[in-house]
DNA sequence: GAGCCTAGGTATACGATGTAGACATGTCAA
DNA sequence: TTGACATGTCTACATCGTATACCTAGGCTC
């Protein structure tokens, strides 16, 4: 609050004329920016439309630096955050899924639906001389194999993960689950 | 700290002569919990085998309410946070997968690797009174019309979720969708 | 037995943070 | 002209993690 008056130029207390606390300037400017997720190009076919709409989402989000911390810090969903969930159930709906497989999913999808999710734990940076780097992962492999065994082995080892395609992995083995389960006739028992 | 040091009847600064600061102290107990993960029953599957190893997390984590603020509040992989990350790879490799596989599963499965979700931002919960709980749903169905049919008409309406099941569906949705890119040997390209 | 180190505890204080409460001022309607 | 209201300011407080200086009892060395 302090450094947002400074910014403004402002005594920090002369925000509390505008905003009840922190907690509700926080609400605020999420529903800001949850508000900005249009509907994206929807073309009536469920799996198409659900996944344009999270990464309209991720696309919002993205360009807010604040945003993943500020999310995972509200306690109740706004108006604008209902109607993005409102949103993704209703496209569900509208592909025929059941009520049982919408809840299910939504579930499922709770971590991806923001458009962004939480890293795995950061392993140590390699170090970028590679003479280092060899030293380093020798030294690691004796107590984690596998981890070093990937970071050596696997497709653009070395560099830096490409984070939308980790994204982009993720929910789509999520959508084509759903989408095999629903045409199985899944139901939860 | 504060709070710490009255439970353990001292003043707050003794702490210190035990730690260096908070955050060591967090780093301290998350591997303290991580470390009591054990190997769980492998049988040689990989799919079977990851599973209970997640498993193993969970009820490792969930005995203790503090874990989930406290590991996603690390921002550095502790030395039994590392053997359980290894753990989980060296699972796949030995199921065959293709490292670039197990690195996107990786990915993939960090929202559940500690046994744990974050929830999807919590909707108002429903009154109990049924009368009442009618009108708050006729209220709220006017702008989210698709949440109220999901609380409505899926099974279990009314009643809170079963956040195991919920746990285990998007867990298995996972697994299942590796499984299947693994069986057709599938690469990022 | 004298001296001293050290592990573990205390007392005090500081800076950062969110925010309560009382008070000032400029603008505009009545 | 008056007075209400919107918008600031100033001061102060509780809470938090933690730096610094100091105390003390037990056990070691000589």
Redesign the pocket.
């Known amino acids: 609050?302090?450094?947002?008056?400074d910014e403004?130029?402002?005594?920090?207390?002369?925000?509390?004329?505008?905003?009840?606390?922190?907690?509700r300037?926080l609400d605020a400017m999420v529903d800001h920016v949850v508000a900005e997720i249009a509907s994206a190009s929807t073309v009536g076919e469920w799996k198409h439309d659900l996944r344009a709409r999270i990464l309209a989402a991720r696309s919002a989000t993205r360009r807010h630096p604040w945003m993943q911390s500020a999310i995972e810090s509200r306690t109740a969903a706004s108006p604008a955050v209902l109607a993005h969930m409102d949103a993704l159930m209703a496209t569900m709906f509208d592909g025929g899924l059941s009520s049982d497989l919408v809840h299910h999913a939504m579930h499922a999808l709770s971590t991806r639906m923001w458009g962004f999710t939480r890293d795995v734990l950061p392993t140590p940076t390699a170090p970028a001389d590679p003479a280092e780097r060899a030293r380093a992962y020798a030294a690691f492999a004796e107590h984690y194999p596998s981890i070093v065994r990937m970071a050596t082995t696997a497709p653009g080892a070395g560099e830096s993960c490409d984070t939308d395609a980790e994204f982009l992995f993720a929910l789509d083995l999520l959508l084509d689950g759903v989408e095999r389960l629903h045409a199985n006739g899944w139901s939860s028992r």
């Open positions: 609050m302090r450094r947002l008056a403004l130029g402002v005594t920090p207390m002369a925000i509390y004329k505008h905003i009840d606390n922190r907690e300037l």
